[in-house]
């Protein structure tokens, strides 16, 4: 079983049931401790959404719930209960430069590479998806003119003009995403498979849905 969590949420949860185990609480009278109720659940991979280690950045996206010191904690915690570990960082945020970009990058490499069960998937932003505060009616109505422009929205698809107006920022983005993963995917470090925008008429268009078939399912 593979699940995903906020950092909070999983330091709250060994916390509490370490505590209802010592109890002897019924139900869980069975288990020794917190690793051993995850491993004999079948979790053997928890997931979390951290998206940035910018404080501004996580500020700015109303994730300030998410302590950048809570990395480390569920990082060894997943290594103490002997879990797969997946960090998830979003790169491309609209308000985050090349430095905020470039700090994010090297700390999730140094995590990914530092720790033997940690694995990292990497996601690019939209600033619009359906049911965001970025999906206006003015989006709606553009976007239901030539539904092959959801292609663009997929968060592992590489920045495109629709997403990302702003030439420097989007190729800032797009060259730290797939640089992250060309560097860490031959080891098995790194389980997104980076997508092209496919949904351009022409040559283009017909082009990269085909490379985009030999990309990993995203699971």
């Known amino acids: 079983m593979r699940c995903l969590s906020c950092l909070k949420s999983f330091l709250h ?5 370490n505590d209802l185990i010592q109890r002897r609480t019924d139900g869980l009278e069975h288990f020794d401790n917190f690793r051993d109720l995850v491993n004999r ?8 959404g951290f998206e940035s280690t910018d404080e501004k950045i ?23 209960t002997g879990v797969c570990c997946e960090l998830l960082f979003v790169f491309g ?31 690019l932003a939209k600033p619009f998806l359906p049911g965001n505060k970025g999906w206006t009616d003015e989006v709606d109505t553009m976007m239901a003119k030539d539904v ?16 990302d107006s702003k030439l420097f920022h989007r190729l800032m983005s797009n060259f730290l ?6 560097f860490l995917a031959p080891t098995g470090k ?10 351009q008429k022409g040559i283009y268009g ?8 030999y990309m990993p399912a995203e699971r």
């Open 41 to 48: 659940s079948g979790l053997w991979c928890v997931g979390f």
């Open 93 to 123: 945020f609209p308000d985050a430069d090349w430095s905020s970009m470039w700090k994010t990058a090297i700390d999730a490499v140094r995590y990914t590479l530092n720790h033997d069960h940690v694995v990292l998937r990497p996601y």
């Open 13 to 17: 949860a060994e916390k509490i049931i």
């Open 58 to 80: 996580l500020h700015t996206q109303n994730k300030d719930h998410n302590k950048i010191d809570d990395i480390k904690r569920c990082v060894d915690l997943c290594k103490k």
């Open 206 to 213: 017909k082009v990269a849905k085909m490379l985009n078939k």
């Open 190 to 199: 790194c389980l997104t498979g980076p997508l092209l925008p496919q949904g």
């Open 148 to 163: 092959n422009q959801f292609y663009n929205l997929d968060v592992c698809a590489i920045g495109s003009p629709l997403t």
């Open 177 to 182: 995403y797939l640089s992250m993963i060309a």
